[in-house]
């Protein structure tokens, strides 16, 4: 009988990346976390939750129209409630390392707080994750989304890598 090889599989190095955020109101919190998702523009994908790590030299872009039922790798934080007038807040922070030949840190956090108290958190685990692999940070820069709830909602953040 004939053997069968296993075909390898090429990841790609993302070259390019933005940040989206979105929240929204829902029937269920899954109709709400793809509400947010769709506020967000990246609804009629499918997301690949990645680690958190962005590639040296990735360039920043505008958000870029995703191809239906796109593979789209991405960072992400969401949170959702049923309770009525809670905020909820979803955050990524990327630090920026100053050696350009390094890569950078992308965190994501999300908490039942207003969106100041998740964004100072969130860069601070950015710093420190940074500070772990001896780099020193050229800048960070956070994508939050914070929702009042009215019956059943959520909120999304999050860094899309793209080639």
């Known amino acids: 009988p004939r053997k069968r090889r296993a075909k390898s599989m ?11 955020r979105g929240c929204a109101e829902g029937f269920t919190t ?26 040296p030299k990735c360039e920043r872009i505008a958000p870029v ?15 959702d409630s049923t309770r ?8 990524v922070a990327i630090a920026y390392p100053t050696d350009e030949d390094h890569c950078g840190l992308i965190m994501e956090y999300h908490e039942a707080a207003p969106k100041d108290v998740v964004e100072e958190k969130v860069c601070r685990m950015a710093e420190e994750g940074m ?6 940070i050229k800048r960070v820069e ?4 914070e929702h009042t709830v009215e019956n059943t909602g959520a909120a999304f953040a999050a860094v899309v890598l793209w080639n």
């Open 10 to 20: 090429i990841y790609t190095v993302p070259s390019k990346y933005y940040l989206v």
């Open 30 to 55: 899954l109709n709400a976390f793809d509400s947010a998702l769709l506020n967000a523009g990246v609804g009629n994908t499918n997301l690949v939750r990645m680690s958190s790590i962005l590639p």
């Open 65 to 79: 129209k995703l191809p239906q039922g796109a593979l789209v790798p991405v960072a992400y934080s969401t949170i």
């Open 84 to 91: 009525p007038g809670e905020v909820i807040t979803a955050a």
């Open 131 to 136: 500070h772990f692999r001896g780099q020193t």
């Open 142 to 145: 956070i994508a939050a989304a």
